[in-house]
């Protein structure tokens, strides 16, 4: 797909909805700002309605940064199994749930994430913790249409497998992990890797500023929205991962070693525009 087929000019008579329902499961009491660079992002990257759910203190955060956002508060400092009923309820109407950033590594927040993972038939971009949780319990991929978006250390626990600096070993073992799993992988780096187990894509964009955080939640944010214009999930990976990245550039360019993650939300319009 080129980039005009994933954002094809607009029909006048188009509404909400046609341009995909993101819905955010990320936070937690010490991690309040993932939700914010999740949604941002993916509302920046054109998707129509954006719901943000999570623990409270990092749902009240997020209704306070921008009126743009829809939050649910769930009762305590982190994810827990009985959240997850009203998760999935809640999923219902939406394209895609993006889940992961921020959500902490309690026992009882995995067994939460495993549980949503395995009763979702939606497609799913499953990042940071959300590996983590799905590292315990692999099975749990099969079937579904999810992205996965670690750095080398996620891949790692993912995997069990460490990759070296060179792209051909990186290349390898993403394919062929991405076909055991069943699922489309994106390997964070200087050059990002990605893999469906059959094709493989690099990205080349970024700066050596974005090693801050945040970096990925943005990205997760625009693969959200990208995903729930019902893009093929290797094309919305690659398209996500080249936003991300030249906006991290041309933020990087205005910020130098000031720059924070939230500087390129202003950035990734500038990059769909062009």
Same mark, same amino acid.
């Given at each position: 797909?080129?980039?005009k087929e ?13 341009h995909g ?17 999740? +949604?941002?992002?993916? &509302? ?92 315990e319990k ?68 970024? =700066? ?32 996500? +991962? ?9 933020? =990087? ?5 000031? &720059? ?15």
């Open positions: 797909m080129s980039p994933i954002y094809p000019k607009r029909n006048v008579w188009t509404h909400k909805g046609e329902y993101v819905l955010i499961l990320a936070g937690s009491k010490r991690y309040s700002g993932s939700p914010v660079f999740n +949604a941002v992002s993916a &509302m920046r990257a054109g998707a129509d309605l954006i719901t943000c759910v999570g623990p409270e203190r990092a749902m009240d955060i997020a209704a306070g940064f921008f009126p743009d956002m829809i939050c649910h508060p769930l009762v305590g400092d982190f994810l827990k199994p009985k959240h997850v009923p009203f998760v999935l309820n809640l999923f219902g109407k939406f394209d895609v749930l993006v889940l992961g950033c921020g959500l902490g590594r309690a026992p009882q927040t995995f067994k939460a994430i495993q549980e949503i993972i395995s009763k979702l038939e939606k497609p799913m971009v499953i990042d940071a913790d959300g590996i983590r949780a799905v590292a692999k099975e749990i991929l099969r079937g579904k249409t999810a992205v996965l978006t670690p750095h080398i250390i996620e891949f790692e626990i993912l995997t069990g497998e460490k990759v070296k600096p060179e792209v051909k070993d990186r290349a390898e073992k993403v394919k062929k992990w991405a076909g055991i799993l069943g699922c489309t992988i994106l390997l964070k780096g200087h050059i990002d890797v990605i893999s469906d187990g059959k094709r493989i894509v690099l990205n080349k964009t970024g =700066s050596p500023f974005m090693t801050k955080g945040g970096f990925g939640d943005t990205l997760s944010g625009v693969l959200g929205a990208i995903l729930a214009r019902r893009v093929p999930p290797i094309v919305a990976a690659k398209a996500a +991962a080249f936003i991300n990245g030249k906006a991290g550039e041309m933020a =990087s360019k205005k910020y130098g070693e000031g &720059m924070m993650a939230s500087d390129i939300f202003e950035f990734i319009p500038r990059v769909i525009k062009k």
